[in-house]
């Protein structure tokens, strides 16, 4: 009896395995070979991750800071540091050097000047909407991005008093509700709007939030021309990247019920006339809100896991270059999108003093 069931087990097995070999080898059923989400992300990690610190100082902190806060591990702890010492030097010289009214119409003039000399659409609707409105390069552009930045880290500049002194001697919302500067400038008025409430100063966040949506109503979508369009996503994007104070803070959806019913109602179109970064945007937005599981999560997934250049080991830009510099905010997106680890409220003072431990000069803890 013993010998009988040992020979049938046997000869079920034979029978299965003919089964699964018959399936496996079927046309119709064979498994697909795309690598797992997780896999890409690595991919793109490595490839980043080899020549990080050949980057310059701003790059690296954006990807640095970035990675650091998905998975905080120590070893982006000195492109933090390299993020740092940029802000500080930044606001040692705003401090010290582009502080009167004199110094600051001095600056912008200069600053304007570079816009003038830009040839690609984007470039010329800035210097229209600016050149009469110079001191918004120094005020939003340069100032509050470090101030707020180093303000998340916990740290604020020794001379923060002379700082805030200056950003009130503006109207923050000449700039944040004019219909022209949004066309220009959407994404980064977002940003704006939202670190001067970060740091406790005019909060003109709902006045730019309604223009905004006035300025881009969604029934005008397809008189739009592809850079507008992209405007228009990159300021949603940023409206929420904005309130997580960059991948810090989860995002409530009902607070921005309006941003993701435009999303969910238009994401083939997002996808067809978007590049990589507007998409890896979308989809990290609904993460940020935990909705990792919503179809436009998937449909973003795969729409960046489709435009990598396995050999490069990246996603190249729209005409197909793979150039690290250039290629760093994609691809850091692309990560986040591909392995989101969710928002961490990192680094801090308070939190990593290791990280802190060499503060560069100027800046002081809060």
Same mark, same amino acid.
């Given at each position: ?5 040992v020979?049938?087990?046997?000869f079920?097995?034979l029978l ?8 496996a080898s079927?046309?119709?059923?064979k498994?697909e070979?795309l ?5 890409? &992300? *690595?991919l ?6 080899a020549r ?15 990675m650091?806060?998905?998975?905080q591990?120590?070893?982006?702890? $000195?492109?933090?540091w390299? #993020? ?11 401090a010290?050097?582009v502080h009167?009214p004199?110094?600051?119409k ?5 600053r ?8 690609d ?11 009469t409105?110079?001191e ?5 552009v340069d100032?509050?991005g470090?101030?707020a930045r ?8 020794? /001379?923060?008093?002379?700082l805030?002194e200056?950003i009130?001697?503006y109207?923050?919302?000449k700039?944040?509700t004019?219909?022209d500067m949004i066309? &220009? ?5 977002? /940003?704006?709007v939202?670190?001067?409430?970060? !740091?406790?100063?005019? #909060?003109?966040v *709902?006045k ?5 949506? &006035?300025t881009?109503? #969604?029934?005008? *979508?397809?008189?739009?021309?592809e850079?507008?369009f ?5 300021g949603?994007?940023?409206?929420i990247? $904005? ?9 409530n ?6 941003v993701? *019913?435009y999303?969910r109602?238009?994401i083939d179109?997002?996808?067809a006339r ?8 979308v989809?990290?937005?609904?993460? !940020? $809100?935990?909705?990792?599981s ?6 973003a997934?795969k ?7 396995r050999e490069a080991?990246m996603v190249p ?19 986040m999108l591909?392995d989101?680890r969710g928002?961490h409220e990192?680094?801090t003072? &308070? ?5 802190f431990?060499s503060?560069p000069?100027?800046?002081?803890a809060?």
């Amino acid at each position: 009896m013993k010998s009988l069931n040992v020979g049938l087990v046997f000869f079920l097995s034979l029978l299965v395995w003919g089964v699964y070999a018959e399936t496996a080898s079927s046309p119709m059923q064979k498994p697909e070979t795309l690598s797992s989400y997780q896999q890409d &992300a *690595d991919l793109i990690r490595n490839t980043y991750e080899a020549r990080l610190y050949s980057l310059p100082a701003f790059k690296m902190g954006h990807y640095g800071l970035r990675m650091y806060r998905q998975t905080q591990d120590e070893k982006y702890a $000195a492109a933090i540091w390299s #993020d740092m010492a940029r802000v500080a030097s930044r606001l040692n010289k705003f401090a010290t050097e582009v502080h009167t009214p004199e110094q600051i119409k001095a600056y912008s003039e200069t600053r304007i000047q570079n816009y003038s000399k830009k040839a690609d659409v984007r470039g010329k609707l800035r210097y229209a909407a600016t050149r009469t409105q110079p001191e918004y390069l120094y005020l939003g552009v340069d100032l509050l991005g470090s101030m707020a930045r180093a303000n998340e880290y916990g740290l604020k500049h020794q /001379n923060d008093k002379t700082l805030r002194e200056v950003i009130r001697r503006y109207d923050f919302a000449k700039y944040a509700t004019d219909p022209d500067m949004i066309r &220009a400038w959407a994404a980064q008025l977002a /940003n704006q709007v939202y670190w001067l409430r970060q !740091l406790g100063e005019q #909060d003109v966040v *709902d006045k730019f939030i309604e223009v905004f949506r &006035a300025t881009y109503p #969604d029934s005008k *979508d397809a008189e739009l021309t592809e850079q507008q369009f992209m405007n228009k996503i990159y300021g949603l994007t940023h409206i929420i990247f $904005a309130a997580s104070e960059y991948y810090q803070h989860p995002i409530n959806e009902r607070d921005f019920q309006w941003v993701f *019913d435009y999303y969910r109602q238009n994401i083939d179109t997002i996808l067809a006339r978007s590049k990589e970064d507007v998409v890896a945007e979308v989809g990290i937005n609904f993460l !940020l $809100a935990g909705l990792e599981s919503d179809p436009v999560v998937e449909k973003a997934r795969k729409a960046i896991q489709g435009s990598i250049d396995r050999e490069a080991g990246m996603v190249p830009s729209v005409k197909g270059e793979t150039e690290l510099l250039d290629g760093e905010h994609r691809n850091v997106l692309a990560i986040m999108l591909l392995d989101w680890r969710g928002p961490h409220e990192v680094p801090t003072v &308070a939190k990593q003093p290791a990280i802190f431990s060499s503060v560069p000069y100027g800046l002081i803890a809060q």
